[in-house]
């Protein structure tokens, strides 16, 4: 079993800065894939960005240029810098991992619970 704590959501306003930490804990884990998804107000849920365990990253297009995703292995944290914000990205933002293929993991795939990013105009 493995545990997501998000942090660092809040309000900002358009143009402001916040960045989103996600700790996985655990035992007997590997991860392969950190994610970061959002949901906004009456929207589906998402895919912002997403970073490998060799560390290559993709992005939705409307966050390139201003969103940054980042992972410490050793810490089991993926990070979310998001600048330039806009009302646009205001949303529910979830840690999503998916762990190793191989057993004991088997690709499972856990969630966090989700922090609130709110961008005023």
């Known amino acids: 079993q493995v545990h997501l704590v998000e942090s660092g959501g809040g309000s900002v306003q358009a143009g402001g800065s916040l960045r989103l930490s996600c700790v996985a804990s655990g035992s007997g884990f590997s991860i392969n894939v950190m994610n970061w998804y959002r949901q906004g107000p009456g929207k589906q849920r998402e895919l912002v960005a997403t970073?490998?365990?060799?560390?290559?990253?993709n992005y939705r297009d409307s966050v390139k240029g201003r969103f940054t995703i980042s992972r410490d292995n050793a810490k089991n944290t993926v990070y979310l810098q998001m600048n330039s914000l806009k009302p646009e990205d205001t949303a529910v933002y979830y840690c999503n991992v998916v762990l190793t293929s191989a057993p004991p993991n088997y690709g499972a795939t856990y969630w966090g619970q989700g922090t609130q990013v709110t961008v005023s105009s």
């Open positions: 970073i490998s365990s060799r560390g290559n990253t």
